[in-house]
């Protein structure tokens, strides 16, 4: 099974086509179905490691690019958001971020493993089929209905020149409106940018791979076999393998409080209140609490390593 498999990935980098550990594993475990070899293979991760080493299977990269951001606007638009969620007093289930993006639901990896032989990894005409998809959820990925909510939101959008005024974006009554972040804060701040879209497109990926590689065809054959059909049922059930915690995490830099609110916040707790907590809590908690309070303060007075370090 594994000399087959070496000589149908040598056959397809002979095409320039790009080969992905996935599509190695996937095909793999297609060959040894067909072998029915013992003992059997699960194509699994250490599996993939050591055949690699067996026949000197390397793997590099093609190409990248990296968005421009300016860092301080953060603050400010921040400080400005967080206002008008507390005086409309919206949960997170109340707050919605949508953008979209380009997927060519037909492109291969950018990246192949290729043979001991190979210096380069030369490519081929990528196919261009594109179609746009927009990304849209709030902070917990909860309907408002089920928590039994008002029917009132905040949608978040980039300032994107495609996007209309603000102002034709709300309901009549202005229960559910739109508000825009400044320019170059996307790969800062936006939650759609922060995994989301990376991930859904990464999934998809992965589907595509497998539904290419499972058909026991050459690549290039099958790949025109794939439809809108098949890219609209993939890419649904790569936005359904994104779990509720991974995009919780996507609101994070936008909704986590600023390093200055967080001192504000310590400072004003009335003396009363702590007093409190020190006679109702348990003295183990309280004694954890101010230890924790001492670390940060000198980690912050002096520069050094994170607390969550040592």
């Avoid at 990269?61 to 860092?71: C, D, Q, V, Y």
């Avoid at 917990?140 to 009132?152: C, R, Y």
């Avoid at 076999?225 to 779990?243: E, G, M, Q, T, V």
Wanted: charged share 25%.
């Amino acid at each position: 099974m594994e000399k087959a498999l070496y000589k149908w990935f040598l056959k397809t980098r002979e095409r320039n086509f790009p080969v992905t550990g996935l599509m190695i594993q996937e095909k793999a475990k297609l060959l040894h179905s067909q072998y029915k070899e013992s003992p059997s293979v699960n194509a699994s991760s250490g599996w993939m490691q050591k055949y690699k080493k067996r026949f000197g299977i390397r793997f590099l990269t093609i190409s990248g690019e990296k968005l421009s951001s300016e860092p301080e606007l953060v603050g400010p638009f921040k400080r400005t958001l967080r206002l008008k969620i507390n005086q409309l007093q919206l949960t997170k289930e109340q707050i919605y971020n949508a953008d979209e993006t380009g997927l060519y639901w037909k492109l291969l990896p950018g990246k192949t493993y290729v043979a001991r032989e190979e210096k380069t990894a030369p490519g081929r005409k990528t196919e261009k089929q594109r179609v746009t998809f927009r990304a849209c959820t709030n902070a917990v990925t909860e309907f408002l209905q089920s928590q039994n909510l008002p029917v009132k939101a905040m949608l978040l959008l980039d300032n994107a020149a495609s996007h209309p005024p603000a102002e034709q974006l709300r309901s009549d009554d202005g229960s559910i409106f739109t508000v825009y972040m400044p320019p170059n804060v996307t790969p800062l701040i936006q939650p759609m940018d922060q995994n989301a879209i990376r991930l859904t497109k990464l999934f998809y990926r992965k589907n595509l791979l497998s539904q290419i590689i499972g058909t026991n065809q050459d690549i290039g054959d099958a790949l025109k076999h794939i439809s809108l059909k098949d890219a609209i049922l993939n890419l649904a059930l790569a936005w359904r393998n994104l779990r509720p915690k991974v995009i919780e995490k996507c609101w994070h830099n936008l909704l986590s409080p600023l390093a200055d609110e967080v001192d504000d916040e310590e400072d004003n707790i009335p003396l009363s209140v702590l007093r409190s907590r020190i006679r109702n809590e348990d003295i183990d908690t309280v004694r954890s609490e101010i230890i924790t309070l001492l670390q940060t303060s000198i980690i912050q007075k002096y520069s050094i390593l994170p607390y969550s370090t040592y």
